[in-house]
């Protein structure tokens, strides 16, 4: 009896170890799917996803990829070659008029726009506004102008609410994005000591070649224009910025009918604000008067170059306290071209006010 078992164990530990070296071939014998599987059904798409489709096909042949060439080199309209800068830009109107972003087109010699549709078109810069980034061109005959997009408002807008982001990130065409908006009222310096007020925040994947593109709405309205990213990597890490629809509907008009936009200032050139910082100053110091600006006009005084000397310190305009070149710059913006505005400046440590008229300043840039 024991004999018996002994010799059924044995059996059995063999029939399991031969089953087990078995297993994946009688696996691949009776399971394999050696045909077509069959398609599962779905339900429909859902709610979100039905939006973002059609905000998608809605817009999409509305944005176009900008392309931009400075210096020598290849023909940006034959094969490709190098100094090429490229980005997003979008239909404006039916005259062919297209919006990007300043610096996509910044030092660029020759500008080409790439319709949805493939058609490669010659496109000259109408005007630019480097202090809110935005720059618009002229289509030189296009076959055909695709609609503008529907501008929408960003003055009620809320954190939370969906965005859709369509552009060319890293030259891939005709790519949407989606996110939410994560904030507002952000500032984002432009230049030096210029920012851009009230930007809109969100966590759609803004990248490389997005700059630009339009930032829409869940109604497919257009909220802003991606003009920036903040990335360590230089990739997009959630943080993603837009210029409000506020800002480009004001400055795209002026640059289509005059080129550039008004910039009220008295013309001073004035230090940086971290080095004022570091010496203990508050407030905006005034390194150089420019001859023949209203700052001179008004006798204001820069830093005396021979002794090192620091002239006048701006403090105040109109009353309200300055401690910065941005604060500077958005109280004039306020003001406005051809105002009088009342500057409180300190000169060798005594206060005095300042009556000096404001004037454009964008044509000495």
């Known amino acids: 009896m024991t004999s018996g078992f002994l010799r059924f164990t044995i059996g059995a530990l063999v029939v399991l170890f031969a089953l087990s070296v078995a297993e994946p071939y009688l696996v691949r014998i009776f399971f394999a799917a050696d045909e077509p599987r069959a398609i599962a059904v779905r339900g429909d798409l859902g709610e979100t996803e039905i939006n973002a489709v059609s905000v998608f096909e809605q817009a999409a042949p509305s944005v176009v990829h900008v392309f931009g060439r400075s210096g020598g080199g290849r023909s940006l309209l034959g094969p490709r070659g190098g100094g090429v800068q490229s980005g997003s830009g979008f239909v404006w109107d039916q005259a062919g008029h297209v919006v990007t972003n300043n610096h996509v087109v910044a030092g660029a010699d020759e500008v080409s726009v790439r319709?949805?549709?493939?058609?490669?078109?010659?496109?000259?810069?109408?005007?630019?506004?480097?202090?809110?980034?935005?720059?618009?061109?002229?289509?030189?005959?296009?076959?055909?102008?695709?609609?503008?997009?529907?501008?929408?408002?960003?003055?009620?807008?809320?954190?939370?609410?969906?965005?859709?982001?369509?552009?060319?990130?890293?030259?891939?065409?005709?790519?949407?994005?989606?996110?939410?908006?994560?904030?507002?009222?952000?500032?984002?310096?432009?230049?030096?000591?210029?920012?851009?007020?009230?930007?809109?925040?969100?966590?759609?994947?803004?990248?490389?070649?997005?700059?630009?593109?339009?930032?829409?709405?869940?109604?497919?309205?257009?909220?802003?224009?991606?003009?920036?990213?903040?990335?360590?990597?230089?990739?997009?890490?959630?943080?993603?910025?837009?210029?409000?629809?506020?800002?480009?509907?004001?400055?795209?008009?002026?640059?289509?009918?005059?080129?550039?936009?008004?910039?009220?200032?008295?013309?001073?050139?004035?230090?940086?604000?971290?080095?004022?910082?570091?010496?203990?100053?508050?407030?905006?110091?005034?390194?150089?008067?420019?001859?023949?600006?209203?700052?001179?006009?008004?006798?204001?005084?820069?830093?005396?170059?021979?002794?090192?000397?620091?002239?006048?310190?701006?403090?105040?305009?109109?009353?309200?306290?300055?401690?910065?070149?941005?604060?500077?710059?958005?109280a004039l913006a306020e003001v406005g071209v051809g105002e009088t505005v009342r500057l409180l400046v300190l000169r060798g440590g005594e206060p005095r006010e300042v009556s000096v008229e404001t004037a454009d300043v964008s044509a000495r840039r």
């Open 115 to 330: 319709l949805a549709d493939g058609e490669i078109v010659p496109a000259s810069i109408v005007g630019r506004a480097p202090n809110v980034d935005i720059a618009v061109l002229q289509l030189a005959r296009p076959t055909r102008i695709p609609p503008p997009l529907p501008i929408g408002s960003s003055d009620d807008l809320v954190v939370g609410q969906w965005t859709y982001a369509i552009g060319n990130p890293f030259g891939l065409d005709q790519t949407l994005t989606t996110g939410v908006i994560s904030a507002l009222q952000r500032t984002l310096p432009t230049g030096r000591g210029r920012e851009i007020a009230d930007v809109i925040q969100t966590d759609a994947a803004i990248n490389p070649g997005n700059s630009g593109g339009p930032l829409l709405d869940s109604a497919g309205r257009m909220i802003g224009v991606n003009t920036a990213i903040f990335s360590p990597s230089g990739a997009s890490a959630g943080i993603g910025f837009a210029v409000p629809i506020a800002v480009v509907n004001d400055v795209v008009p002026q640059l289509i009918t005059e080129g550039t936009v008004p910039t009220p200032g008295i013309g001073v050139i004035v230090g940086e604000d971290a080095i004022a910082r570091r010496l203990g100053i508050e407030g905006v110091v005034v390194l150089r008067v420019v001859r023949g600006s209203p700052a001179e006009d008004a006798g204001l005084q820069g830093v005396d170059m021979q002794t090192g000397t620091v002239g006048d310190i701006i403090v105040a305009v109109n009353g309200e306290p300055v401690e910065s070149f941005s604060d500077l710059t958005s």
